[in-house]
């Protein structure tokens, strides 16, 4: 049975720092794209970052770039989302998920939903004074 746990939702106020971690149980994380997904309170579900199998390059939304970084744990089946100067606007419930065709898509695929096979349950990040 495959499981995606996030951890690491808080809150924070505006210019702090949080690691988002994604442990996967079930699946091996490097045979996989992860996505960092999020969804505020009536708004759409968005992409965030994702990390493709294939070489591990990186892709971020442009709201996060230069801030967020994603990356693979070392042989820890985790993947992480350090997140940098946070904004009010980064508030909302985070999801990871995972992918085994990403890689045959083109960029302005890589946050389509429908490409990720595995969800994680979310976690609340909460950005306030």
């Known amino acids: 049975q495959v499981q995606l746990v996030e951890s690491g939702g808080d809150v924070v106020q505006p210019g702090g720092s949080l690691r988002l971690s994604c442990a996967a149980s079930?699946?091996?994380?490097?045979?996989?794209?992860i996505g960092w997904f999020r969804q505020a309170p009536g708004k759409e579900r968005e992409g965030v970052s994702c990390i493709l199998r294939n070489g591990g390059t990186t892709y971020y939304t442009d709201s996060v770039k230069g801030r967020f970084i994603i990356s693979r744990g070392n042989a820890k089946n985790t993947v992480y989302l350090q997140m940098n100067s946070l904004k009010p606007e980064d508030t909302a419930v985070y999801y990871c998920?995972?992918?085994?065709?990403?890689?045959?898509?083109?960029?302005?695929?890589?946050?389509?939903?429908?490409?990720?096979?595995?969800w994680g349950q979310g976690t609340q990040v909460t950005v306030s004074s």
């Open positions: 998920a995972t992918s085994r065709r990403l890689q045959y898509y083109g960029a302005r695929d890589y946050y389509s939903p429908q490409l990720y096979d595995y």
């Open positions: 079930g699946i091996i994380l490097d045979d996989h794209s």
